[in-house]
């Protein structure tokens, strides 16, 4: 104590200096009708200047939470979308009426690992078994589509993700309402995937959108893929060799969606009824 008094009283003449300048200004600003103006106008350009930076510091570390209510947003439009249900139609005596069967179900993961530069690419999320996760689910994030789900524990799942050379979609030209193709990964850049199986004689033309088929068992339809980038074809073959931008950035995704069909049990079961028989 005796120490900061001992500061103090060496410091004496400077404090007094400075006090005397600050009463001196304050006079000034309080007694001229421009210095009081110029005061007043330039700190509220100083204190808003001081808000905004305040404000934009907190907007920063607030990101994750905004992300959150925005991935949620998203998740329950999604959930209203006509292509989430099944229009089942009935007849009762002479009145006809459609009723809508939801299909899918979603839900919400984050992306705890990551690969885009290998040959076979996963995507580890940290949702699982206890989320109602099965292999075979599809993945996808608001930009288009993932890949599917093939490992599961209780509270995290492996995800092939599109990069990934044994990963294979049918697809849809959007623009033309066909549903035909696959698309598969060469292996070389992240930013590109080939569409295969499209006859040549079909008029597709560069920038078509392509979109996740309707007979798709584990993706809702028109969940985009990517855009036509190129287009090549040869006189001895009878598809085209069809160059595809994908919609995501694959080094970027950090929140995706898994999709639950909730028919999916139901279809498995007949089909292996069908094999059944067959045999």
């Not at 001081?50 to 991935?71: C, G, P, R, V």
């Not at 002479?94 to 919400?108: G, H, L």
């Amino acid at each position: 104590m005796n120490s900061i008094f001992r500061y103090l009283k060496n410091k004496l003449h400077v404090l007094l200096f400075l006090f005397l300048e600050i009463f001196c200004l304050i006079s000034i600003i309080r007694s001229n009708r421009y210095q009081s103006a110029f005061y007043f106008s330039n700190t509220r350009k100083v204190a808003g200047k001081l808000q905004e930076a305040n404000h934009s510091i907190f907007d920063y570390f607030d990101l994750y939470h905004k992300n959150q209510a925005l991935s949620n947003e998203n998740l329950r439009l999604r959930r209203q979308l006509k292509d989430n249900y099944l229009i089942e139609s009935r007849k009762v005596f002479t009145v006809n009426d459609s009723v809508y069967k939801q299909r899918y179900e979603y839900i919400p993961a984050e992306v705890i690992t990551n690969t885009i530069n290998l040959q076979n690419n996963y995507i580890t999320i940290n949702r699982g078994s206890s989320s109602g996760l099965e292999p075979g689910m599809g993945v996808f994030c608001p930009e288009g589509v993932i890949g599917r789900v093939i490992e599961v524990s209780e509270n995290y799942s492996i995800v092939t993700s599109v990069l990934n050379s044994t990963f294979k979609l049918g697809c849809k030209i959007d623009e033309m309402k066909l549903a035909k193709g696959t698309i598969h990964w060469s292996g070389r850049d992240p930013n590109f995937v080939d569409y295969l199986e499209v006859n040549k004689y079909e008029q597709i033309k560069k920038g078509y959108h392509i979109v996740s088929s309707p007979y798709s068992k584990y993706l809702p339809e028109n969940i985009p893929i990517g855009t036509v980038d190129k287009i090549e074809t040869k006189s001895t073959d009878d598809f085209y060799k069809i160059r595809v931008k994908l919609a995501v950035n694959f080094g970027r995704i950090s929140t995706v969606y898994v999709v639950k069909n909730l028919f999916n049990k139901e279809v498995q079961e007949l089909e292996k009824k069908l094999k059944e028989k067959a045999q």
